[in-house]
């Protein structure tokens, strides 16, 4: 059994304290800071991860096993993310995309390394103007996407390190809250193979209070891959939307799973938490067929099925 799973009892016991839809600030403090204060990585998985700026990318972060020689015969799938906020913390999920990277993936955030032990500077707080709407996005859907094109194209450079160490046919986009939405505006480029939403789904009242991001329900006919919704239960602020994006596909196979531990996910935890044990499930069964990793979300018995109370799964389209 994957490392991750021991802890979605754990998680469990501290759901209904997560799941409120607004701690106090003392206790958000605390927890940034205590996220602050881990390391970055190795990640659980058999490949030790690193988080780096690398000089040939300009304005991105990038996660990767440390020792690549150690992947031997494996190719490296990838994975490309939008941030919450779509800010341009590149670093803002490092715990969840260390984990990843540490199962033999490289990972690409647009953005600098804004928070953890290795901050270049802090990041800046995006808060709502007096008619509710945001600021700007910092991030675009074409800088998520600008992250495949490096990689790809890093696949077949001469003096790379990555030449010939990463299999085009295993390509996921992937992103929380606002960077959801950028990651189902990516989610039609034919590259992609897998899709993940974390904590978003396009706005089920028709507004939309993100300046510099236009989304609407028609985005979802684009998805011509499986996609999972890692929603987190009814005191998440995008449990609505993404429930409601949910409903609404019925081309491509859809899993919608609720952890309920709020809007927040379990980005902050060691390892990125359950979430992070998921969707490494999700990746290894929709890029690399692994019929283990599958079992997390496939069968009357699968393991999301019998988690925690409070943790739900449906699905439809599934073979």
Not at 179 to 199: E, F, M, P, S, T
Not at 249 to 254: G, L
């Amino acid at each position: 059994m994957r490392k991750g799973w021991i802890a979605l009892a754990a998680i469990a016991a501290a759901g209904p304290l997560l799941a409120q839809p607004v701690a106090p600030p003392s206790l958000v403090d605390a927890a940034r800071a205590a996220y602050d204060a881990l390391p970055n990585g190795p990640g659980s998985g058999p490949y030790p991860a690193i988080m780096e700026v690398d000089p040939t990318l300009a304005g991105h972060v990038v996660y990767r096993p440390s020792d690549l020689s150690g992947l031997g015969k494996r190719k490296l799938g990838v994975l490309v993310w939008g941030n919450g906020g779509c800010r341009d913390d590149g670093a803002s999920a490092r715990q969840h995309l260390l984990e990843i990277a540490s199962h033999g993936y490289l990972v690409i955030a647009p953005g600098r390394v804004l928070s953890g032990p290795t901050a270049t500077e802090k990041r800046a707080e995006r808060a709502p103007d007096a008619s509710g709407k945001l600021p700007p996005v910092a991030t675009t859907t074409r800088d998520v996407l600008a992250g495949l094109d490096w990689a790809l194209a890093e696949n077949g450079r001469k003096g790379s390190r990555f030449k010939g160490r990463i299999d085009p046919a295993q390509v996921a986009v992937a992103g929380h809250s606002c960077g959801g939405l950028q990651a189902l505006q990516a989610a039609g480029d034919k590259r992609i193979r897998a899709v993940l939403i974390h904590n978003s789904g396009v706005f089920a009242d028709g507004s939309n209070p993100i300046q510099g991001i236009t989304v609407d329900k028609s985005l979802l006919k684009t998805l011509h891959t499986p996609v999972v919704y890692f929603l987190g239960g009814p005191g998440d602020v995008a449990f609505p939307n993404g429930g409601d994006d949910y409903r609404r596909i019925d081309h491509v196979p859809a899993v919608q799973v609720n952890f309920p531990v709020g809007h927040g996910g379990t980005f902050l935890k060691p390892n990125g938490g359950a979430v992070a044990a998921a969707a490494v499930d999700w990746l290894e069964w929709q890029l690399r067929g692994d019929q283990s990793a599958a079992r997390t979300f496939t069968g009357a018995n699968c393991r999301l099925c019998n988690g925690p109370e409070g943790y739900t799964i449906e699905r439809k389209g599934l073979r």
